[in-house]
Nanobody
C-alpha cells in the first residue's frame, strides 16, 4: 500500500521558518512534488524534486518561492523535506506532498496534507 505522510506543519510568526516532511512508503517514485492550497484558492504547485541512485538530480520551484523554499530528500529514509524560510502570511495553506511514477505521469499519490499558518 502506497502512503505519503506529511508532518511538520504548525503556527509560525511572519519571518519564521518551518520544515515539512513527507515520508513515503510502498513505492519508489520518479519524483515528488509539494503543493499548497489556501482557503478559497486553487491548489498551487510549490516545487518538485527528482533523484537518481539516492542523489538529488533536479529541483524546481514556483518563482514566488525561489530563494525562500528548499526541497531536499533523504533516500535512506524515503523522505522528502520542504524547508520554508522567511514565511509570510500569504504562505498560510494546507501543504501536500505528492508522488508520480514517470515524467509524463500525473501526481497520482497524495498525502493527507499538513496545515501551515503564518501570523502577521
Amino acid at each position: 500500500q502506497v502512503q505519503l505522510v506529511e508532518s511538520g506543519g504548525g503556527l509560525v510568526q511572519a519571518g519564521g521558518s518551518l520544515r515539512l516532511s513527507c515520508a513515503a512508503s510502498g513505492r519508489t517514485f520518479y519524483d515528488m512534488g509539494w503543493f499548497r492550497q489556501a482557503p478559497g484558492k486553487e491548489r498551487e504547485f510549490v516545487g518538485q524534486i527528482r533523484w537518481s541512485d539516492g542523489t538529488t538530480s533536479y529541483t524546481s520551484y514556483t518563482d514566488s518561492m525561489k530563494g525562500r523554499f528548499t526541497i531536499s530528500m533523504d533516500a535512506a529514509k524515503n523522505t522528502v523535506y520542504l524547508q520554508m524560510n522567511s514565511l509570510k502570511p500569504e504562505d498560510t495553506a494546507v501543504y501536500y506532498c505528492a508522488g508520480r511514477l514517470g515524467y509524463y505521469s500525473h501526481y497520482a499519490y497524495w498525502g493527507q496534507g499538513t496545515q501551515v499558518t503564518v501570523s502577521s
